[in-house]
């Protein structure tokens, strides 16, 4: 099976080898010193400016900016469609998933390939590519620009490869004998598959459903082309920002990243506790 | 015995059915959508572009193109070079040694990945415009412009494409332990030479597969090159910057062709880094 | 009869797993399926149990034809080596599964799960997950698993192989004690001969496919049919082209009877309380002899040592015909 080019089952980790880990030598603490201050440079200070723009008027100007019934629309629908895709892909994905393990067909493996196509594609390209069939001149007659089903079926796109990833490794070594025991206690397929199988696959798909959110909430570049951007309507958190920025609203831009921001961050944390824990169930 | 137990071989009307489903499902999203493009890049439905290979070929060698694909191919390698540097270093630190806030920085070196394209623009934006970034006035005073020129979206390509190389090292590095890298010190070698003999050697799979990664990541950032570029034709126009603007400028064609050049160099990527990953799995 | 096991016919492309096996099984034996790993002896297990299909013959399960039957109506209980216990499910929910799916009244599963859970001594874990047991705990816990939906048949497919040298043998006896006290038709897989002479009342030896023998644990140990399960039941050397139990060989050092033959002590080493001797004889065969470490000294046996050597009267000897797998 590949997994090209798709999340892993979650963040790197890093779980304590057992011979070492050794103390900081003087050429690795030198090493360390500069990635700490590349990194710095690179992601967390520029991170902290956003925090700091955003802070900079006071809890009522950033308040006030996301309370604007404007950017409030675009938060809300943000939020309703990243949740729409995330409810769809937990289970089209865990399907999806399902047949690529247990099934076996001529092509099977090119439709493996095809899971990874989404990721690898630039997003911008990803767009067009939705366009090509379901934009302006459509083959099959279908116009999803400026529609917030364009903005759905986008989001749908690009977030495909996560639960499908997350899950497929886990469905691959979860061990027969647990379901020839199921089948030898009296339990049907339909009932070994809800009561042993897809409990085991949960935390897989909560990783790969959290991952898919995330990605979601954050979109931009496979929108630009699709979303029509109008207030209101089908204008989104992404590209809400570019709006503001554009128009020379920093601290506008600053508190509407700081959300996204704060999604990314939840994301992560209940990730690496979610992986810890079922490392520990064993 | 190695045969496929009976119990997943049943097959009822249900496997038919999810089989059929998916097989819809992704045709449906991506196969058919895909095999548009490539119909499109060949054969435009703009009234007056002319179809075929040769006319795509020539769309390519327009000057704005070659200009925005050598961008790209620039971003994107100092990007993966910084990237690949770092990423080994970082990972080597986080597995092979103990210091305070190991894990804190183990759980923030993903942060990139997850952060929105455009938040990451902004940040940089933030923190290094000449006009209002943190630093952005001390920077001018000595000379130095990041925000609206090639350095800044080498940073921008850099950001997003971050954790790709660390995300495949370290559970590698994990895995092989360090007993070789302790008998090799004890028979004398000192770190580089145990690093170049013993720790490269087993890593060098995975560290291929997460450079193709990143390059490939690299080559199709739009979001955050887009708010640190200027943007235009000749002055940080990108191949995904100049696939929007030819869109929305009713250039289709063009679009298509540089779109289709970034889906090859995609597939590309999926077919290398499948051909990497064999090597490993055979171990 | 409770099992009735007819013509069993089983292959995987080229390999043939089983070959024409017919076996009997009596209500409330404890039975034992004995033989080298690849002789097909889990195979018949998994198609007793309807885990696999035969290619032909059929199964009997208390009187009535199960050939057909699909694993869920067969009413078996399956143990298997690697517990298969369900991981997210509490040890007293992995009990209640299958009373569960039989959708018997809340009150009768909880009575039943806590009687279980005593029998198997897993009572005060009853709301742990399975990942906090150990080992011996684990199976423990998928024997009362099966046990819970009361089974025709219980199957054990090399139960204790998973475990450790001590905990297997703790396993065993308690086994044959909840046996006793349970007294279910029960079948349990094992490549082990002395797990085997030790707990079953009845040894079916399966190697390459087919039957060799079914006896009682004693049957097979003094009258075995063949080489092969001599050979499969303990340890043996070849005496005058027979195979003979080395302690059954008696070893002089004066040519005391006419049908001694002569050899010399080539190897002479100290095992425990025993002693074992390597003797070449004159006709070229490497003989094993045991004997108490006090009657090897009392020889004086050494390296070099000219000695005489024949099967001791009364002992049972089988032709060699073939290799010895064992």
């Not at chain 1, 900016?65 to 892909?89: C, G, I, K, S, Y």
């Not at chain 1, 089209?92 to 099934?103: E, K, P, S």
């Not at chain 1, 979109?219 to 992404?238: D, K, M, Q």
């Amino acid at each position: 099976m590949t997994d090209v080019l798709a999340p892993p089952a979650g963040p790197a980790r890093t779980r304590r080898p057992s011979g070492g880990p050794f103390r900081l030598s003087t050429a690795s603490g030198i090493g360390l010193g500069i990635g700490l201050v590349w990194f710095s440079i690179l992601v967390l200070l520029p991170l902290a400016a956003v925090v700091g723009a955003a802070a900079a008027g006071g809890w009522s100007a950033f308040a006030g900016t996301l309370t604007d019934p404007q950017t409030f629309a675009a938060l809300r629908l943000t939020v309703v469609e990243a949740v729409l895709v995330t409810v769809v892909n937990a289970v089209i994905g865990t399907v999806v998933a399902w047949v690529l393990v247990r099934d076996d067909f001529v092509g099977k493996r090119l439709l493996d390939v095809v899971i990874d196509i989404p990721f690898a594609l630039p997003t911008i390209v990803a767009g067009l590519v939705l366009l090509s069939l379901y934009g302006p001149d459509s083959p099959v007659g279908f116009n999803i620009v400026n529609t917030r089903t364009g903005i759905f079926l986008a989001l749908l796109f690009v977030t495909l490869p996560f639960v499908v990833r997350t899950v497929q490794p886990v469905l691959l070594e979860i061990e027969v004998e647990a379901e020839e025991a199921a089948a030898s206690l009296g339990a049907s397929r339909f009932t070994t598959f809800r009561r042993v199988i897809l409990p085991s696959l949960v935390p897989a798909i909560t990783a790969g459903s959290s991952l898919g959110f995330a990605r979601a909430i954050s979109e931009f570049g496979s929108l630009v082309l699709i979303s029509g951007n109008t207030p209101y309507r089908t204008e989104v958190a992404s590209l809400k920002i570019l709006k503001f920025l554009e128009g020379d609203n920093q601290a506008g831009a600053a508190a509407v990243a700081v959300l996204l921001l704060l999604v990314a961050v939840v994301v992560i944390v209940g990730l690496d506790i979610l992986s810890r824990r079922v490392a520990r169930r064993g | 015995m190695a045969e496929v137990k009976e119990i997943r071989q049943h097959k009822s009307a249900v496997t038919y059915l999810l089989r059929f489903f998916v097989i819809g499902y992704l045709f449906v999203l991506v196969v058919w959508p895909l095999s548009e493009v490539v119909q499109r890049t060949f054969a435009p439905v703009e009234p007056d572009a002319a179809g075929g290979f040769g006319a795509f070929l020539e769309r390519l060698q327009d000057p704005s193109v070659t200009y925005a694909f050598g961008l790209t191919i620039t971003c994107a390698f100092w990007a993966v070079l910084i990237n690949t540097v770092f990423g080994l270093g970082i990972s080597l630190l986080l597995v092979r040694y103990d210091f305070p806030g190991r894990r804190i920085l183990s759980v923030l070196i993903d942060l990139p990945m997850s952060v929105s394209p455009v938040v990451v623009g902004l940040a940089l934006v933030l923190a290094y415009s000449s006009g209002s970034g943190w630093f952005g006035e001390g920077l001018e005073s000595v000379g130095i412009f990041i925000i609206g020129s090639t350095p800044g979206m080498v940073m921008a390509t850099a950001f997003v494409s971050l954790p790709l190389v660390i995300r495949e090292i370290i559970p590698v590095l994990e895995e092989i332990g360090t007993d070789s890298e302790l008998a090799a010190s004890s028979l004398g070698a000192n770190a580089w030479q145990t690093f170049r003999r013993i720790t490269l050697p087993s890593i060098k799979w995975a560290l291929a597969y997460g450079v193709v990664l990143s390059l490939a990541r690299s080559l199709g950032e739009f979001g955050a090159v887009k708010i640190v570029s200027p943007g235009a034709e000749f002055r940080g126009e990108t191949a995904t910057l100049l696939i929007q603007n030819r869109y929305t400028n009713y250039d289709e064609s063009s679009a298509y062709a540089a779109a289709f050049v970034l889906v090859l160099a995609a597939v590309l990527a999926l077919v290398v880094v499948t051909f990497i990953r064999r090597p490993e799995d055979r171990t | 009869m409770s099992i009735e096991i007819s013509g069993i016919n089983k292959s995987y492309g080229d390999f043939v797993a089983l070959q024409d096996i017919n076996v009997s099984l009596p209500t409330g034996q404890l039975t034992a399926l004995l033989g080298p790993s690849g002789g097909g002896k889990s195979t018949l297990l998994r198609i007793i149990a309807g885990l696999d299909t035969a290619d032909s013959g059929t199964i009997t399960i208390e009187g009535s034809d199960a050939t057909a039957l699909p694993p869920q109506k067969r009413n078996v209980g399956f143990v298997f080596q690697h517990y298969a216990v369900f991981k997210h499910m509490t040890v007293a929910k992995n009990v209640a599964f299958g009373l569960e799916i039989r959708k018997r009244p809340k009150a009768e599963v909880t009575r039943r799960v806590q009687e279980l859970l005593e029998l198997v001594h897993l009572a005060q874990f009853s709301h742990r997950l399975p990942s906090q047991l150990s080992g011996g705990q684990r199976q423990r816990l998928a024997l009362a698993r099966a046990l819970a939906v009361e089974p025709t048949v219980l199957l054990l497919d090399e139960p204790f192989g998973a475990l450790d040298a001590q905990v297997r043998k703790e396993l065993r006896d308690w086994l044959r004690r909840l046996h006793d006290e349970v007294n279910v038709t029960t079948v349990f897989v094992t490549h082990d001969q002395e797990e085997a002479l030790e707990v079953a009342d009845e040894i079916v030896v399966i190697n390459q496919g087919r039957v060799e023998q079914i006896g009682t644990p004693d049957q097979l140990y003094d009258e075995p049919a063949n080489d092969f399960v001599m050979g499969f039941l303990g340890e043996v050397t070849t005496l005058g082209g027979k195979l003979i139990r080395p302690h059954d060989v008696e070893i002089t050092v004066m040519p005391q009877h006419d049908d001694a033959i002569q050899g010399v002590v080539s190897r002479s080493l100290r095992v425990g309380f025993e002693a074992r001797v390597h003797v070449l004889t004159d006709d070229g065969e490497e003989v094993s002899v045991v004997l108490t470490r006090s009657h090897a000294r009392h020889l004086g046996l050494e390296a070099g040592q000219a000695v005489w050597v024949r099967p001791e009267p009364g002992a049972l000897a089988v032709p060699s015909l073939r290799a010895v797998t064992a």
